[in-house]
Each structure stands twice: as structure tokens, then as C-alpha cells.
């Protein structure tokens, strides 16, 4: 490898790093929009994206190289939507069960 060239070992597929660099934006996105919101039920949405958004990125973060995790590879609007319908209904049993 040439001197000045700083890619990393493990990151063999620009794809993951995409899609995780994109998690990381939602969640820093949805972070700032949640620190200055004034209406308490914008906040309480904000904190459910920003909830469902962070275990998006640990989704993605614990997955292998390589390894596209399930939600991310649904193609359409429908697909991903259920998908973020299940994610949060078992995030919402884990934490009120």
C-alpha cells in the first residue's frame, strides 16, 4: 500500500461504510432536532426516532463486514416500514416487559 493511504484493514466493503456513516447522521440529525425542540409531543416523537435510529446504528455497527442486516436490504417503502414496526415493537416489549 502507498505511503499516505489510510484505508483501513477492515473495511474491505465502502457499501458498509456508507450505510453506517448514514446511521450515524440520522442519529446526530435527530439528536440536534430533539435538543431544540420546544413542543412536548415533538419531543416525544424525536425521542422515539432517536430511539429506533440508535438501535439502527448498533444494528449495524455489531453486524459482520460484509453482512447487509435484514432491514437494510428491503427495497421498498412498504417492506421498511414494517420492519421499523417490528423493530420497535420489540424494543417497546423489552423495555415496558
Do not use: F, Y
Not at 453482512?67 to 423495555?95: K, V
Request: positive net charge.
Amino acid at each position: 500500500m502507498p505511503r499516505g493511504d489510510h484505508r483501513s484493514a477492515d473495511s474491505a466493503n465502502p457499501a458498509d461504510s456508507l450505510r453506517l456513516a448514514a446511521a450515524v447522521a440520522e442519529v446526530e440529525g435527530l439528536h440536534a432536532a430533539l435538543r431544540h425542540a420546544t413542543d412536548p409531543d415533538r419531543h416525544r416523537r424525536l425521542r422515539a426516532d432517536l430511539a429506533r435510529a440508535a438501535a439502527r446504528l448498533a444494528g449495524l455497527a455489531a453486524a459482520p463486514p460484509g453482512r447487509i442486516p435484514a432491514q437494510a436490504r428491503s427495497t421498498s417503502r412498504r417492506a421498511r416500514r414494517r420492519a421499523a414496526l417490528a423493530r420497535g415493537a420489540h424494543w417497546l416489549a423489552q423495555r415496558l416487559g
